[in-house]
C-alpha cells in the first residue's frame, strides 16, 4: 500500500521534479519506508511505499520493466499475484513484490492484464515508446486516484492533498456540487468537492497522450445482476462460504504483522471466523469500546475473540479522548466527508500495536441486503399504497409530519411525495442526510437527481439493483473513500474480503427469493454455518 504521484506535460523537467518530491511529501503518511521519483522529458513520477511483500530496496518505485520501456507507480496489493507470475515464466523477475509482476503483465497483455488481477491497485504506468501514461482504478473503487487536465498538463494522485501541493490547481470550492455534498454527505465519482479535480471511476482505465485522453470501463458491477436459473440455496450457502474463505485467505498474505477489526458485528466476526479458521496463528483483533455501555459493542467483540482464542485488543474511548483525537482526525481527512473519524481512531490504535495490515468486514451490508433501505424498499415494491393519487399521498404524508415531527417523519413524508413510489422513486431519499428545504437555505440551490444515474431501471432483482446503488455511491464514495485516508493517515492497509469481486460477482446474481432478509443477512448467515454463534446475528 503506498501513495502514488504524477505530472504530464509540463516540459520543465526540473521544476516537475521538484513538484513531485513535494508531492510525494506531502502524503509521506501513506508510505512512511521509501519514496522515489522518475522523470524523463514531459513526465514525472512519485511514489511513497509502506512495505508490505518483499520488504528490501529492491521492491523500491517507481520501477522499471527488465525491457526498460515501462515504468510503474503502484498503489495496493494484487492478491493472486503469485498465480499470474506462472503465466509470466519468461519474464525474469528480480522482486518477489506484486508490483513487478504489474509491469511484466502489462508488457505481455496490455489492458487486458487487468481483467486477470485480483486486488485494490491504483495503477500508473508510463509506456517510453509511445509517450503514453495509463492510469487503472481496482473494480470495487476502494485505492482512489484523483486527477487535474488543462489543456497539455496532466496531474494525478492518491490524495487531494499532494494534487493541490503541485501548485498547478487553483484551490477553489466546487460551488456545482456543495448541495449533492451536504445532500449525502459526500461527492460521488467522478466529481470532488474540488473545482476542476475528478476522481477516475472505479473499475475504469485512461489513457494520456499527445493525442488526448481516453477513459473507458474494464469492469462493470451491473452486468452480473442478471439471475441465475437453476441456483438453489443450499447450493448458494456452500459457494459463497467457499468464496468468501478463498477471499479472507488471499487477503492474508503479507510479510508484515496482520490483523483484524472486531466489531462483534456479523461482518467483522465472520472475517475473524475465518482468519481463525486458515491460520495456524493466533489471530490480532482490534475493537473499539466506548465507557458509555449503552453505545459500547465489546462483549460481542470479547465473545468472538474468545471463542477464536485471538490475541484481542480493546481500546475505550471516553467522550474527552475522542474530542483530544477529533482535530487530528479532521487533519488526515482528505476529501471531506460526514463519517471517518472512528477509522482514524481504531487506524490508529492498529498500527501503534504493530500491525501493518488489518482486515474489515466493510462491504458486507451492500451485497447481503444488511441495511434497512432492503427492507423498506422491498416493502414499498409491495406496498398498496403506491396506487394511490400523488396529491393524497402527499397529504398523508404532511399529515403525519404535522402529528409527530422528527427525522423519520419528515423522510416518511419526503418518499410518501414522490413521483413514484418505488426503488427509482424512493432510494435516493433513503440516503439523504439533508432535506431540501434545509439545503436550500444553505446554498439557495437544491438537484434532486444526483443520484439517478446509479439507479438500474427496468426488471432486474430488486435487491440487486439495491446493492449496485449503494456500492456505487454510499460505499464507494464514503465509507471505501475513508477508509483509506483515515488508515492511510496511519499507514495501516485495510483489506475488505467482501469485496472481493468473485463473490460480488455470485451474489449481485442470485435471486431475491433466496437473498431475502428475515433475518439480518440471512443468506450468509446460514452460509457459514455454526461458525457465527446465535448470540451475534440475532440480536
Given at each position: 500500500?503506498?501513495?502514488?504521484?504524477?505530472?504530464?506535460?509540463?516540459?520543465?523537467?526540473?521544476?516537475?521534479?521538484?513538484?513531485?518530491?513535494?508531492?510525494?511529501?506531502?502524503?509521506?503518511?501513506?508510505?512512511?519506508?521509501?519514496?522515489?521519483?522518475?522523470?524523463?522529458?514531459?513526465?514525472?513520477?512519485?511514489?511513497?511505499?509502506?512495505?508490505?511483500?518483499?520488504?528490501?530496496?529492491?521492491?523500491?518505485?517507481?520501477?522499471?520493466?527488465?525491457?526498460?520501456?515501462?515504468?510503474?507507480?503502484?498503489?495496493?496489493?494484487?492478491?493472486?499475484?503469485?498465480?499470474?507470475?506462472?503465466?509470466?515464466?519468461?519474464?525474469?523477475?528480480?522482486?518477489?513484490?506484486?508490483?513487478?509482476?504489474?509491469?511484466?503483465?502489462?508488457?505481455?497483455?496490455?489492458?487486458?492484464?487487468?481483467?486477470?488481477?485480483?486486488?485494490?491497485?491504483?495503477?500508473?504506468?508510463?509506456?517510453?515508446?509511445?509517450?503514453?501514461?495509463?492510469?487503472?482504478?481496482?473494480?470495487?473503487?476502494?485505492?482512489?486516484?484523483?486527477?487535474?487536465?488543462?489543456?497539455?498538463?496532466?496531474?494525478?494522485?492518491?490524495?487531494?492533498?499532494?494534487?493541490?501541493?503541485?501548485?498547478?490547481?487553483?484551490?477553489?470550492?466546487?460551488?456545482?456540487?456543495?448541495?449533492?455534498?451536504?445532500?449525502?454527505?459526500?461527492?460521488?465519482?467522478?466529481?470532488?468537492?474540488?473545482?476542476?479535480?475528478?476522481?477516475?471511476?472505479?473499475?475504469?482505465?485512461?489513457?494520456?497522450?499527445?493525442?488526448?485522453?481516453?477513459?473507458?470501463?474494464?469492469?462493470?458491477?451491473?452486468?452480473?445482476?442478471?439471475?441465475?436459473?437453476?441456483?438453489?440455496?443450499?447450493?448458494?450457502?456452500?459457494?459463497?462460504?467457499?468464496?468468501?474463505?478463498?477471499?479472507?485467505?488471499?487477503?492474508?498474505?503479507?510479510?508484515?504483522?496482520?490483523?483484524a477489526f472486531l466489531s462483534g458485528g456479523i461482518d467483522s466476526s465472520a472475517v475473524v471466523a475465518a482468519m481463525s479458521k486458515i491460520s495456524s496463528k493466533k489471530v490480532e483483533t482490534f475493537n473499539i469500546n466506548f465507557a458509555e455501555k449503552e453505545f459500547s459493542e465489546a462483549k460481542y467483540a470479547d465473545e468472538i475473540a474468545k471463542l477464536y482464542n485471538t490475541n484481542h485488543h480493546e481500546i475505550q474511548l471516553n467522550p474527552t479522548d475522542f474530542l483530544e483525537e477529533l482535530p487530528y482526525a479532521l487533519m488526515a481527512m482528505d476529501h471531506p466527508?460526514?463519517?471517518?473519524?472512528?477509522?482514524?481512531?481504531?487506524?490508529?490504535?492498529?498500527?501503534?500495536?504493530?500491525?501493518?495490515?488489518?482486515?474489515?468486514?466493510?462491504?458486507?451490508?451492500?451485497?447481503?441486503?444488511?441495511?434497512?433501505?432492503?427492507?423498506?424498499?422491498?416493502?414499498?415494491?409491495?406496498?398498496?399504497?403506491?396506487?394511490?393519487?400523488?396529491?393524497?399521498?402527499?397529504?398523508?404524508?404532511?399529515?403525519?409530519?404535522?402529528?409527530?415531527?422528527?427525522?423519520?417523519?419528515?423522510?416518511?413524508?419526503?418518499?410518501?411525495?414522490?413521483?413514484?413510489?418505488?426503488?427509482?422513486?424512493?432510494?435516493?431519499?433513503?440516503?439523504?442526510?439533508?432535506?431540501?428545504?434545509?439545503?436550500?437555505?444553505?446554498?439557495?440551490?437544491?438537484?434532486?437527481?444526483?443520484?439517478?444515474?446509479?439507479?438500474?431501471?427496468?426488471?432486474?432483482?430488486?435487491?440487486?439493483?439495491?446493492?449496485?446503488?449503494?456500492?456505487?455511491?454510499?460505499?464507494?464514495?464514503?465509507?471505501?473513500?475513508?477508509?483509506?485516508?483515515?488508515?492511510?493517515?496511519?499507514?495501516?492497509?485495510?483489506?475488505?474480503?467482501?469485496?472481493?469481486?468473485?463473490?460480488?460477482?455470485?451474489?449481485?446474481?442470485?435471486?431475491?427469493?433466496?437473498?431475502?432478509?428475515?433475518?439480518?443477512?440471512?443468506?450468509?448467515?446460514?452460509?457459514?454455518?455454526?461458525?457465527?454463534?446465535?448470540?451475534?446475528?440475532?440480536?
Amino acid at each position: 500500500m503506498c501513495g502514488i504521484n504524477g505530472i504530464y506535460g509540463e516540459e520543465n523537467i526540473g521544476l516537475a521534479k521538484e513538484l513531485i518530491q513535494k508531492m510525494n511529501s506531502c502524503m509521506e503518511h501513506r508510505g512512511p519506508d521509501d519514496n522515489g521519483v522518475y522523470t524523463e522529458e514531459i513526465i514525472a513520477l512519485g511514489h511513497q511505499r509502506l512495505s508490505i511483500l518483499d520488504l528490501s530496496s529492491l521492491g523500491k518505485q517507481p520501477m522499471q520493466s527488465n525491457s526498460g520501456r515501462f515504468v510503474l507507480s503502484f498503489n495496493g496489493e494484487i492478491y493472486n499475484f503469485n498465480e499470474i507470475k506462472k503465466e509470466l515464466e519468461g519474464y525474469d523477475f528480480k522482486t518477489q513484490t506484486d508490483s513487478e509482476m504489474v509491469l511484466a503483465a502489462y508488457e505481455k497483455w496490455g489492458i487486458e492484464c487487468l481483467s486477470r488481477f485480483n486486488g485494490m491497485f491504483a495503477i500508473a504506468i508510463w509506456d517510453k515508446t509511445k509517450e503514453e501514461l495509463f492510469l487503472a482504478r481496482d473494480r470495487m473503487g476502494i485505492k482512489p486516484i484523483y486527477y487535474y487536465q488543462k489543456e497539455k498538463l496532466f496531474v494525478f494522485s492518491s490524495e487531494i492533498r499532494s494534487l493541490l501541493e503541485s501548485g498547478f490547481i487553483p484551490r477553489q470550492l466546487n460551488i456545482d456540487c456543495l448541495s449533492e455534498f451536504l445532500e449525502y454527505q459526500t461527492v460521488n465519482a467522478p466529481n470532488t468537492l474540488v473545482k476542476n479535480v475528478q476522481m477516475l471511476e472505479a473499475g475504469h482505465w485512461m489513457k494520456i497522450s499527445k493525442d488526448g485522453l481516453t477513459k473507458k470501463p474494464f469492469w462493470e458491477m451491473e452486468k452480473f445482476t442478471a439471475m441465475q436459473n437453476g441456483i438453489n440455496v443450499n447450493e448458494a450457502h456452500v459457494k459463497i462460504k467457499e468464496l468468501f474463505f478463498e477471499s479472507v485467505e488471499r487477503r492474508m498474505i503479507a510479510d508484515v504483522p496482520l490483523g483484524a477489526f472486531l466489531s462483534g458485528g456479523i461482518d467483522s466476526s465472520a472475517v475473524v471466523a475465518a482468519m481463525s479458521k486458515i491460520s495456524s496463528k493466533k489471530v490480532e483483533t482490534f475493537n473499539i469500546n466506548f465507557a458509555e455501555k449503552e453505545f459500547s459493542e465489546a462483549k460481542y467483540a470479547d465473545e468472538i475473540a474468545k471463542l477464536y482464542n485471538t490475541n484481542h485488543h480493546e481500546i475505550q474511548l471516553n467522550p474527552t479522548d475522542f474530542l483530544e483525537e477529533l482535530p487530528y482526525a479532521l487533519m488526515a481527512m482528505d476529501h471531506p466527508s460526514g463519517d471517518g473519524p472512528n477509522s482514524y481512531i481504531v487506524s490508529k490504535a492498529t498500527r501503534n500495536a504493530g500491525v501493518t495490515v488489518a482486515l474489515s468486514g466493510l462491504g458486507g451490508d451492500e451485497i447481503f441486503c444488511g441495511y434497512d433501505v432492503f427492507a423498506l424498499l422491498n416493502k414499498l415494491e409491495h406496498s398498496s399504497l403506491r396506487y394511490l393519487p400523488l396529491g393524497i399521498r402527499k397529504a398523508l404524508g404532511s399529515l403525519l409530519y404535522s402529528i409527530k415531527k422528527g427525522n423519520n417523519t419528515h423522510k416518511i413524508k419526503q418518499v410518501l411525495g414522490a413521483p413514484k413510489l418505488n426503488f427509482e422513486g424512493a432510494y435516493p431519499l433513503f440516503r439523504q442526510a439533508l432535506w431540501k428545504e434545509e439545503i436550500e437555505k444553505i446554498t439557495g440551490d437544491y438537484s434532486s437527481d444526483v443520484l439517478n444515474r446509479f439507479l438500474l431501471i427496468g426488471d432486474k432483482e430488486l435487491y440487486s439493483k439495491i446493492s449496485v446503488a449503494e456500492m456505487q455511491t454510499y460505499m464507494q464514495n464514503t465509507l471505501l473513500r475513508d477508509t483509506d485516508q483515515m488508515s492511510m493517515a496511519s499507514a495501516l492497509e485495510v483489506r475488505v474480503p467482501f469485496l472481493d469481486h468473485t463473490l460480488v460477482e455470485y451474489v449481485l446474481g442470485l435471486p431475491d427469493a433466496i437473498k431475502h432478509p428475515t433475518s439480518p443477512k440471512k443468506l450468509f448467515v446460514e452460509s457459514m454455518g455454526d461458525l457465527l454463534p446465535e448470540s451475534i446475528w440475532k440480536r
